[in-house]
């Protein structure tokens, strides 16, 4: 099994520019959700999505788009990239809920100059 | 806000020692989850002890939880260089959301 993969590993934009972060689970879990990695500050919630074709805003919203169209994917948009969104970002899946025991791919190194 | 504060920051021992880390949390939970991640690497989920629990264990893994002062402590026993890696607590509140403490670095030295 792949579990949870994120495409890319690594992305660098230039202000302004959008671009989506790709996340697919093969585990056929209901429950996504999309978190960012700052350093020294934890992991902090973007979105998520409890089945397909329903999703909720997390603790930081802001500047970042979200669909899920099917139960394996659940990509990331960022409309406009702006500095303060260079961060890791990891995709997240879970059987029994978005609070409870998460499987996450690998990450996306995203740099905004 | 952090729910869920990890502390120390940053643990370094030698391997066959035990290595001790707690969480301290700001509300009342519904369960409590510790992940644990290698350098440039998603995280692992580890264990979940949900509030009307104590204690639970899961190979060298022993996790306590105290709602009374809200905090938890995860035991790491016989510790391994395999070991080395940041290690999160993670409380869900009433709110749907799971919140991540910042971590502590553990590093076992061989």
């Known amino acids: 099994n792949a579990g949870v993969t994120q495409t890319p590993k690594f992305q660098v934009l230039k202000t302004g520019q959008s671009m989506t972060l790709q996340c697919a689970q093969d585990m056929n879990h209901e429950y996504m959700s999309w978190y960012r990695q700052d350093p020294g500050m934890g992991l902090r919630l973007i979105h998520y999505s409890v089945g397909a074709g329903i999703t909720d805003q997390g603790e930081v919203p802001n500047g970042y788009n979200v669909s899920r169209s099917t139960t394996e994917d659940f990509p990331l948009r960022l409309l406009s990239a702006a500095p303060s969104q260079t961060s890791v970002y990891f995709c997240?899946?879970?059987?029994?809920?978005?609070?409870?025991?998460?499987?996450f791919g690998s990450g996306t190194q995203l740099s905004v100059l | 806000s952090q729910q869920g504060e990890e502390d120390p920051q940053a643990l370094s021992i030698q391997e066959g020692e035990n290595a001790t880390m707690n969480c301290s949390y700001k509300t009342s939970i519904n369960n409590l989850q510790w992940y644990r991640q290698n350098s440039g690497r998603g995280l692992v989920h580890l264990i979940l002890?949900?509030?009307?629990?104590r204690e639970k264990h899961s190979g060298r893994l022993r996790v306590t939880l105290d709602t009374s002062k809200k905090s938890s402590s995860l035991l790491i026993t016989a510790s391994r260089a395999a070991d080395t890696a940041s290690y999160f607590c993670?409380?869900?509140?009433?709110?749907?959301?799971?919140?991540f403490g910042s971590g502590t670095q553990l590093t076992v030295l061989p």
């Open positions: 002890i949900r509030s009307n629990e």
């Open positions: 997240a899946s879970s059987l029994t809920g978005v609070n409870e025991k998460l499987f």
């Open positions: 993670a409380a869900r509140g009433s709110a749907r959301q799971l919140t």
